[in-house]
């Protein structure tokens, strides 16, 4: 009997073995005769192995690039590509989701004003003193007819919309406080989660019909009430201009004893 049927008989019969079972990719002749016969596998050609490597590679990166992009993603985004998870990262993915629904709220919740409300007398405890926890309000007394009110309104429209997380409402003086004063107007009181923090009095306070929106919210952020991205005082550099202009315009006593001679 040849050696290649002996070897076969011996194989189908579970008997014996051979180096070259222990080693079959070596480069044997005689594993190229096994290999022929269909004893053994073809062997894989090594370029044809490191494309099949590289090829696994790259479908593991696509994989992990889908799950670590979820976290740039919209709500709406995370359902659409929702089949595109794998198992193991459904759970991250769900809580993910659920922090995100809750910053959502949390969001439309503290952005929910962006407007000036006109409130009366019988509005003031619902709207000020119950506005609820970590809410600023600030509210402006005015009356029709006073010029420095009707501007206040105004920025006060514009500051709304600029911080939609900060309650403004206004009020005609005499509904709030009967017997008001006009000499107080305009007056502004700020209040957090119910309690009054500052309180700007009468026309002097506001500098007058020169005031603009920029002043405004420089003097309601210090009150805390506001956030201001502005780096420092307006006011300021309206009174710096003017005492450079006043300085320019007197005399020196050099102009003085020249003007004498």
């Known amino acids: 009997m040849l050696p290649i049927q002996c070897l076969e008989r011996d194989r189908c019969q579970g008997k014996g073995s051979t180096k070259a079972s222990t080693d079959p990719n070596a480069d044997t002749e005689w594993n190229d005769i096994l290999r022929k016969k269909g004893i053994l596998p073809s062997k894989e050609k090594p370029k044809e192995h490191e494309e099949a490597v590289e090829e696994q590679k790259q479908q593991r990166l696509q994989q992990n690039s889908v799950v670590k992009t979820y976290e740039d993603m919209t709500l709406e985004e995370l359902e659409e590509n929702e089949d595109e998870f794998n198992e193991e990262d459904e759970q991250a993915i769900k809580m993910y989701r659920q922090q995100r629904i809750a910053e959502w709220k949390a969001t439309q919740i503290k952005n929910k004003f962006g407007e000036i409300l006109e409130i009366s007398g019988q509005d003031y405890v619902q709207e000020v003193t119950k506005a609820g926890k970590g809410i600023w309000v600030i509210l402006h007394l005015y009356k029709q007819g006073i010029p420095l009110c009707t501007l206040i309104n105004q920025h006060l429209s514009g500051l709304a919309r600029k911080f939609p997380d900060v309650k403004f409402i206004k009020a005609i003086s005499t509904t709030c406080i009967p017997n008001y004063p006009d000499r107080n107007l305009p007056t502004i009181f700020t209040y957090f989660e119910g309690d009054i923090k500052a309180q700007f009095v009468g026309p002097l306070v506001f500098g007058g019909m020169n005031l603009t929106r920029d002043e405004l919210e420089w003097k309601i952020s210090e009150s805390g009430a506001v ?29 003085s004893d020249s003007e004498d001679d």
């Open 227 to 255: 956030k201001t991205d502005l780096e420092e005082n307006p006011r300021k550099q309206i009174q710096d201009q003017l005492i450079s202009s006043v300085r320019s315009s007197v005399p020196t006593r050099r102009d």
